[in-house]
């Protein structure tokens, strides 16, 4: 693997300041789209072990990583906001036709920009990125839907803790086996913590999180897309993700008949553990349906 440095630059777009990482060569580029609570950090590992072969493009979202954030007052944090901005950096940049890597937040992003400009997408590889019902494990996500019925202290209450260190290392640890645990590199949890912790980031994450509502009111799209678009598709899922459970993979099959889905032993966040055997698989993925595809 020949290892080309990853440069980290800003744009501005529509007023606001976006960070991203960038590296590889100027042709074959991957929009690379992160979740919560992280940013561009976590491809850290993976964007050098593609960049021999594709440009990789990782933006911070507003309101995360190295972007600007700007009060929940003076922006309107949704997902159809943050998609509109995605949209706009990707024309900023000069991007007209892409692969797509979403997770976790970066799935509804990536997927409304794919709705707006499904010309723009070559291809879509989704890391524990969901678009199915069954794909949202009961758990994690009974405080999330309650808040999404009705907003109260009471019902923020157990939402705000996702985001303290303590939730957020719950992210990363769980459902990696003991075999893989001592790869998790505790800096990424503090990492994110720490950006979570700035002045502002209380009120712009419960917005978010309340707004999830309208992602799942766009399932059905996002699916009719998919049998409509026949989109080559690549599922990397950690199988232990309490988050988005496996059954959100395989789900994709049903409208993607022809989608690969693999099913890692790790957690949420697969990358922090399973980097190298990702990079391969995404690399093998996008020669053999994408590249050829085009010919």
């Known amino acids: 693997m020949s290892v080309l440095p990853t440069h980290h630059r800003t744009v501005t777009v529509r007023g606001h300041e976006i960070a991203y990482r960038e590296a590889g060569p100027a042709g074959a580029p991957v929009l690379l789209l992160h979740g919560f609570p992280t940013s561009s950090h ?26 600007s954030a700007p009060s929940a007052t003076d922006f309107a944090y949704t997902f159809a906001g943050l998609a509109e901005l995605t949209a706009a950096f990707t024309e900023a940049l000069g991007l007209d036709r892409f692969a797509l890597y979403v997770q976790d937040y ?6 409304r920009l794919a709705l707006a400009h499904p010309e723009r997408i070559t291809a879509l590889v989704t890391q524990n990125g969901n678009a199915y019902e069954e794909g949202l494990g009961a758990d994690a996500w009974a405080p999330v839907l309650a808040l999404i019925e009705e907003r109260t202290p009471e019902t923020e209450a157990p939402v705000r ?33 720490a950006l979570m912790a700035r002045e502002g980031q209380d009120a712009v994450q419960l917005d978010l999180i ?16 998919f049998r409509t678009s026949r989109v080559p598709l690549l ?22 008949p022809d ?19 990702i990079a391969e698989l995404i690399g093998d993925f996008l020669e053999r349906r994408v590249e050829k595809r085009g010919k």
């Open 42 to 67: 976590m491809f850290r590992d993976l964007i050098p072990r593609l960049a021999d072969r594709y440009r990789l493009i990782a933006p911070d979202h507003l309101g995360f990583g190295r972007s």
């Open 106 to 111: 970066g799935a509804p992003i990536g997927l």
């Open 161 to 193: 803790a996702i985001r303290s260190l303590d939730g957020i290392r719950w992210q990363y640890e769980t459902g990696v086996p003991a075999a893989y645990r001592d790869l998790l590199s505790p800096d990424a949890w503090h990492h994110d913590a």
């Open 210 to 225: 309340a707004d999830y509502g309208s992602n799942l009111a766009l399932y059905p799209a996002f699916q009719e897309w």
């Open 235 to 256: 599922a990397v899922w950690g199988e232990g993700d309490e988050i988005f459970v496996p059954a959100g993979a395989e789900a994709f099959r049903r409208d993607l």
């Open 259 to 277: 989608a690969e889905v693999h099913l890692l032993p790790t957690g949420h966040f697969a990358l922090e553990t399973h980097a190298p055997a």
